[in-house]
C-alpha cells in the first residue's frame, strides 16, 4: 500500500481502539504501584473508544477531516496523564494532516513526528521512560528512515520495531520501573494502539471482542453496531456471588471498570453477596456471561431503549406531522442532550471527589460542584467541561484531588480559555483539595486567590491505606498481595499489613508531628461504621493529645483511610 486515504484510517483507529480494549488489562498489570485502581490501560482504552465513536458516528470521508473528528474525540474522551498524553500525540498527528485527502509513508512519519512534538509540549515537565520516550523514539527513527518509494506496510514496520525497542529500555531510564521489573505502562499502551493501525493497514481490522482480526470489509458492520450507543439495552440484574469453589473470586472495582468498558449509566451496588447492576449497553449478552462467572442470576431485566424511542418518535410524527418509517428514524441525527445552566454567578469551585461523605465535607468547606471520580476512574476532560457549562460562572476554581486527573483538567481549561476563567490548582490528595477550597475568599481577585489556594497545598500533609492488588517490592518495601498498605502522599509506600489499622497506626506516627493540630480521616466504604470511627478518634485521643481529630465517614472506594494532617 502505498495511501493511506480515509477510509483506510477510519479502519485503522477502529483496529487501534479495538486492539488497546483486548489487552488493556495487561497494560494496567504493569503499573508499578499495586494499587486497586482502573490506571493508565483503563484511561487509554477509555479514551481511545471516545475517539473511535467519533469516528464511528460520522459519515466523513476526507482523510483529514476524519483525523480532525478522532483528534475532537480523544481530547473530549481523555482521561488520566496517559489518555491526555494520547489525545496530545494524535492531536499532532492531525494537525500535520490538514488539508489532505490521502498521505505516502514520509507523509505518515511528519504526521507522527508532528505527534511526538505535541504531546511533549504538552507536558509541564516531560519525563523519560515513558510514553514519551516510546512515540519520540519511534517517530525519530522513522523518519531518518523513510523514503519516497517506502510502502505504508514498510513505515509501519519500522514504527513498531523501534516502539518495541524503545519500550524494553524504559527500565534503564526509569528507576522504579527496573525495581519492579516492568517496562512503561503507557508506551506498552501506545504500542497496543500502533500494532491495531498496523493491522488495519494490511487489510484487516481487529475485533473487540477477540483478539483475532477479521476482514478490512467488515469494519463496517463494527462501526455500525456502535450507532445507537445512546440507546442500546437498559441490563438491570441481581446476581447473588459464590460459591467461590465454582465461581471466579469477585473485585468490585475491577467488575465496574469492565462494565463501564461495556457501556454507561453504569450502578453497581454491593450488600455482602448480592450485587445489584443497571447499565445500559449495546451488547447484554456480553455482559451476562462476564457476570455469572462470578455468581448466580437471582433477577435478570433487559429493555431494548432504541426501539422505545423509535416508537416516541413514531408516535410523535403520526400525531403531528408526516409519519416517517421506523427504517428511517434510526437513522435519523439525534442532537446531543444541551446541559442545563445554572443562574450566571461570578465564581465557583468545582472538585473531584469519589464517596458520599466526601462530597458532604466539599460542600461543608465551599466547594460547589462536584465532579464524580478518582482513583478507580478517572473524569474526562468532557466531565470537566459538562459540569463547567452548567455552572455559568465567569471564573472557575477545579480541584482535580489527584496526580492523575489534573492534565485533564488543564485540557479543559485550554478548551475555554477565550470563554471562561479557568484556574486549576494541582491539588493531588482529597485533603490539598479541602485546604485549598478553605482558603478561597471571594473578596479575592482571581490571581490573587491562586496563589492563596496554591500556597495553601503546601500547608497539609496526605496519606491513604488500601489493599495491594499483587507481590512487589518497591522503595525497599516488601509488599503482599491482599495486604494493607499505608502510603503517604500518594507515591511512598511506608510500609505493609494484614491489619488495615494497624496500617493506618504507622501511618498516622509517620505523619504527625510536634507542629501539627488537626488530624483528619476519611473512611473508606468498606469500614463505613460509627463504631470504627469512635475506634479511629480513641487511637488519636490517646497517642496525639495536642491534635484536634475529624474522623467521618467518608464512603470512598479503595481507600479504606484516607488521612490529612495539618
Known amino acids: 500500500m502505498k495511501f493511506i486515504d480515509g477510509k483506510v484510517f477510519k479502519n485503522m483507529v477502529i483496529s487501534a481502539s479495538n486492539n488497546l480494549f483486548n489487552h488493556y488489562p495487561e497494560v494496567d498489570a504493569l503499573n508499578v504501584f499495586p494499587v486497586p485502581d482502573g490506571d493508565t490501560g483503563m484511561n487509554m482504552n477509555l479514551t481511545m473508544t471516545s475517539g473511535m465513536k467519533e469516528v464511528q458516528n ?45 498521505i505516502n509513508a514520509v507523509e505518515l512519519a511528519d504526521a507522527f513526528d508532528n505527534g511526538r512534538q505535541v504531546a511533549y509540549k504538552a507536558v509541564l515537565k516531560p519525563v523519560e521512560g515513558t510514553i514519551l520516550t516510546v512515540i519520540r523514539e519511534a517517530s525519530a527513527k522513522l523518519k531518518e528512515s523513510v523514503n519516497e518509494k517506502m510502502s505504508i506496510e514498510e513505515a509501519f514496520d519500522i514504527l513498531l520495531a523501534e516502539a518495541n525497542a524503545s519500550l524494553s529500555r524504559t527500565p534503564n531510564l526509569l528507576p522504579v520501573l527496573k525495581e519492579v521489573g516492568v517496562v512503561d505502562s503507557g508506551g506498552a499502551g501506545l504500542i497496543k494502539i500502533l500494532e491495531g493501525m498496523q493491522t488495519a493497514v494490511g487489510g484487516y481490522v481487529i475485533n473487540r471482542h477477540e483478539a483475532e482480526a477479521v476482514s478490512a470489509q467488515g469494519s463496517a458492520q463494527v462501526a455500525a453496531s456502535e450507532e445507537n450507543e445512546d440507546f442500546g439495552y437498559c441490563t ?23 462494565l463501564n468498558a461495556h457501556g454507561n449509566s453504569l450502578v453497581v451496588v454491593q450488600d455482602e453477596d448480592i450485587v445489584k447492576v443497571h447499565v445500559h449497553t449495546l451488547k447484554p449478552g456480553d455482559i451476562f456471561n462476564y457476570a455469572q462467572q462470578f455468581g448466580e442470576f437471582i433477577k435478570m431485566k433487559c429493555e431494548n431503549m432504541t426501539e422505545q424511542h423509535n416508537e416516541i418518535l413514531i408516535n410523535e410524527k403520526n400525531n403531528n406531522g408526516p409519519h416517517m418509517a421506523a ?8 442532537a446531543a442532550p444541551k ?14 471527589s469519589s464517596g458520599e461523605g466526601i462530597d458532604g465535607l466539599f460542600k461543608e468547606v465551599g466547594v460547589d460542584y462536584i465532579v464524580s471520580g478518582g482513583q478507580t476512574m478517572n473524569p474526562s476532560t468532557n466531565d470537566f467541561l459538562k459540569v463547567i457549562e452548567k455552572a455559568n460562572a465567569k471564573n472557575i476554581y477545579i480541584l482535580p484531588n489527584n496526580g492523575n486527573i489534573i492534565m485533564a483538567a488543564n485540557t479543559a481549561k485550554d478548551v475555554l480559555k477565550d470563554k471562561v476563567n479557568v484556574v486549576v490548582i494541582p491539588s493531588k490528595t482529597i485533603m490539598q483539595g479541602v485546604v485549598a477550597a478553605m482558603n478561597f475568599n471571594p473578596d479575592l481577585s482571581l490571581s490573587d486567590n491562586e496563589k492563596v489556594m496554591n500556597e495553601a497545598l503546601s500547608t497539609v ?10 507481590d512487589t517490592e518497591i522503595n525497599g518495601v516488601s509488599v503482599k498481595k491482599d495486604e494493607f498498605m499505608a502510603i503517604l502522599n500518594s507515591k511512598d509506600i511506608l510500609s505493609s499489613h494484614k491489619d488495615k489499622f494497624e496500617a493506618l497506626k504507622v501511618l498516622l506516627k509517620k505523619m504527625v508531628d510536634e507542629e501539627s493540630s488537626v488530624i483528619t480521616v476519611l473512611l473508606g466504604e468498606d469500614i463505613a461504621s460509627d463504631e470504627e470511627v469512635a475506634k479511629v478518634e480513641e487511637f488519636i485521643e490517646s497517642e496525639f493529645k495536642d491534635c484536634d481529630a475529624d474522623v467521618r465517614i467518608g464512603r470512598q472506594p479503595v481507600y479504606s483511610y484516607i488521612v490529612g494532617v495539618e
Open 327 to 334: 427504517s428511517e428514524l434510526s437513522k435519523a441525527p439525534l
Open 236 to 258: 438491570e440484574f441481581i446476581l447473588r456471588l459464590g460459591p467461590s469453589e465454582y465461581k471466579k473470586a469477585f473485585n468490585k472495582n475491577r467488575f465496574t471498570s469492565v
Open 58 to 102: 460520522r459519515g466523513d470521508e476526507r482523510l483529514c477531516d476524519i483525523a480532525k473528528i478522532f483528534s475532537r474525540g480523544l481530547l473530549m474522551g481523555a482521561r488520566g496523564n496517559s489518555g491526555v498524553i494520547t489525545s496530545q500525540i494524535f492531536r499532532g498527528f492531525s494537525d500535520g494532516l490538514a488539508g489532505k485527502t490521502k
Open 339 to 352: 446541559v442545563e445552566k445554572d443562574e450566571e454567578k461570578e465564581y465557583a469551585i468545582v472538585a473531584t
Open 461 to 470: 500533609k496526605s496519606g491513604q491505606v488500601t489493599f495491594a492488588i499483587k
